[in-house]
Structure formats: C-alpha cells, structure tokens
C-alpha cells in the first residue's frame, strides 16, 4: 500500500482539479449546446471521458517523477491553467482569453513534458495524450471564437 500511495494521491489531486472545475461551471456547461460549433466538434459527452482518461494519466505520471525526485513546477503551473480554463469558457464566455489562455497552458504542457523527459521517460510518455488533446481543444476553442465572436 505504500508504493501505491503516491499515485493514489497524485490521481485524485488531478481528479479532484478537474472534478472542482466542471462543478464551478456545471450551471453553464449548457452553452457547448447552444454556441455554433466547426464540424469536427464532438458531442458534449466524450468531454468528461476524455478528461477523466486524461487526469488518471496525468496523476500517474506526476506520481513518478514525484517518486523520482523530479521537477513538478510546470506540472503544477499546468494544472492551475487547466482548472481556470473552464471557468474562462464556460461562467465568462471569453471564448479570445479561453484561447489565449489554452496557448499558455499548452506550452506549459511541453515545458512539462520536457522536463518530466529528464526524469523518468515514461511519465512524459503518458503526456501526449494530454498534448494532443488540448492541442485539438486549442482549434477548438479558437473555431468557437471564430464562428460566435
């Protein structure tokens, strides 16, 4: 059990800033229905799959490099811009700053990866779903602003 603790705890803590966010913003999660979206836009439901997917991966590989003694600054510093990415989008409607504000957390994220590389090659191995992700939520996002700004 505790070997399994650090992961335990870095897996809720991911859940947890994620699970807090939408809870900040469920009452008005209801204007992904209602703005103009590009074609390529999933349906509102694979968000909190996908999300949910990609905090255990998150927690996992923050447990490792944690394990290992590595830097988790900008896992960190991705994981506040990840929790007020929502609130942006979603309680402000700031479709430009929701934008701008994914292009910060996404270099956070390679800046991450970067640097849990140096520690334990898995872990930023565990991250390019993540990357990817917010890469596509980026064109997302961007196309949202595009066709509703």
Not at 15 to 39: H, R, V, W
């Amino acid at each position: 059990m505790q070997k399994a603790k650090p992961y335990i705890i870095s897996v809720l803590i991911a859940l947890a800033t994620g699970g807090f966010s939408a809870l900040l913003t469920m009452g008005n999660m209801d204007i992904y229905e209602q703005i103009i979206k590009p074609s390529l836009a999933p349906p509102a439901i694979v968000f909190p799959i996908v999300w949910g997917i990609l905090y255990v991966l998150m927690g996992i590989s923050s447990a490792r490099v944690y394990i290992k003694g590595g830097n988790l600054f900008y896992y960190v510093v991705q994981l506040i811009l990840n929790f007020f990415w929502a609130i942006i989008f979603f309680n402000m409607n700031a479709f430009l700053l929701a934008f701008i504000w994914l292009v910060i957390m996404w270099i956070f994220i390679v800046l991450m990866i970067i640097s849990f590389y140096k520690t334990d090659k898995l872990s930023a191995y565990l991250q390019i779903p993540y990357l990817l992700w917010v890469t596509f939520a980026g064109w997302l996002t961007f196309m949202v602003y595009m066709l509703n700004g």
